[in-house]
């Protein structure tokens, strides 16, 4: 698969790398798990050492924008907010309320902030769908994610 973050790893390279936050729900934990692995893998082979990533696990979905407006309150702590989570259609509407809200409090979270929150919420009809997005031999998402917050560190150095 294809990624918008097939970028020259050397723009990713930051200087005086600070800190990045992860926020990762722990419904469909073998989904986000991987999400989380292949996302701190990533961060791992740009300089990014285990002090300097936190990760935390909140219940599911529907937890992810209140924890991350905290995290991201923490002022002058983190470069970037990473949020993770994996959501899959069931045979009611809770899909969309738990999607739509994800959706929306992150983004108002996004613009409220002056960082990069970065959106890795998986939506999907099945399991299948969103294993194959989140495995490293699939679309690899969590690899994608740490160069999203990566690219968006440096945008938002070189604009402020």
Not at 40 to 64: I, S
Not at 99 to 117: D, I
Request: glycine residues 8%; contains cysteine; proline residues 2%.
């Amino acid at each position: 698969m294809k990624s918008c973050y097939d970028l020259n790893p050397e723009d990713l390279v930051i200087e005086n790398q600070g800190k990045i936050a992860v926020v990762a729900s722990m419904f469909n934990g073998d989904v986000t798990r991987e999400l989380v692995r292949c996302c701190l893998n990533t961060l791992k082979q740009f300089g990014y050492q285990k002090n300097q990533v936190d990760v935390y696990w909140v219940p599911g979905a529907w937890e992810l924008p209140q924890t991350v407006r905290i995290v991201a309150r923490e002022k002058n702590k983190n470069d970037a907010v990473i949020a993770i989570g994996c959501i899959i259609r069931g045979e009611t509407a809770h899909f969309d309320y738990v999607a739509g809200e994800a959706n929306s409090g992150l983004g108002e979270v996004a613009r409220s902030v002056g960082f990069p929150v970065i959106f890795g919420v998986l939506a999907t009809d099945t399991w299948e769908q969103a294993w194959e997005r989140a495995s490293e031999s699939g679309g690899n998402k969590g690899e994608e994610l740490a160069k999203a917050a990566l690219h968006m560190i440096k945008l938002f150095r070189r604009i402020q």
